[in-house]
Every structure is written in structure tokens, then in C-alpha cells.
């Protein structure tokens, strides 16, 4: 019982989806590159800091997303091989299977509700 794998039938969909949300997201990055006043060619490269503060907010802004993206594409890309390797829905630390309605919610979660609470408490 504590080592069931899920059927593929269950992790198929579940790759499927993840596959399209990580190109998505992937795209997304490649499209905030583009945006970032920084990046733009015609940018005059010795203008000081704090000169153009739109550009700066902008910059600040795209970078804050682009943390959040990259972080999402990691989640995605770990459970994908937990997927292949057959350790998806079980907690990375206790090793027990995580709630199915958690991993509906969540289907990049890595830990069970209680050890994700009791990482949160430290
Ligand atoms: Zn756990």
C-alpha cells in the first residue's frame, strides 16, 4: 500500500498538462526578456542608476515575474521526473503518499500537508 504507484492512466493527463504549462511559461519568459526596458537596443547603456525610474519600476517588475516563472518551470520540471521515475505523489521527505485533493489543487506539490507544516513552523 505505501508503495503504489499511480496508474498511468492518472499520470499521463497530469504529464500532458504539465508539458503545455511549461512551454507556456517558457514563452512567458521569453516574452518578458523582450519587454525589459534593460534589454531594449536603443537603451543608452550609462545612464545611471535611479536616472529613469519608469524604466527601473519596469525593470524591478519584469524581474520579480521572471523569478516567479522560473521557479514555477523548476517545480514542473522536477515533477515531470518524478513522474518518470515513479516517486510522484509521495512526500520528498516522509516518503507517504500526499492527499489526492492537494495534488488537484497543486499538482507540482512535493510534501504532504504535514511536513509542509512543519517546514513552515521553522
Ligand atoms: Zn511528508
Request: net charge negative.
Amino acid at each position: 500500500m505505501s508503495f503504489k504507484r499511480y496508474p498511468s492512466k492518472v499520470l499521463q493527463p497530469l504529464k500532458e498538462y504539465l508539458q503545455a504549462e511549461e512551454e507556456e511559461l517558457t514563452k512567458q519568459l521569453a516574452e518578458l526578456e523582450s519587454g525589459d526596458p534593460y534589454n531594449e537596443p536603443g537603451r543608452i547603456s550609462d545612464n545611471e542608476a535611479g536616472d529613469d525610474s519608469y524604466e527601473n519600476n519596469e525593470h524591478d517588475k519584469i524581474t520579480a515575474l521572471k523569478k516567479q516563472i522560473i521557479k514555477s518551470l523548476e517545480e514542473i520540471k522536477r515533477t515531470l521526473q518524478r513522474i518518470d521515475d515513479g516517486s510522484y505523489g509521495f512526500c520528498r521527505r516522509c516518503g507517504k503518499m500526499i492527499n489526492t485533493d492537494r495534488l488537484a489543487i497543486r499538482p507540482t506539490a512535493e510534501l504532504c500537508i504535514d511536513c509542509e507544516r512543519q517546514l513552515e513552523k521553522k
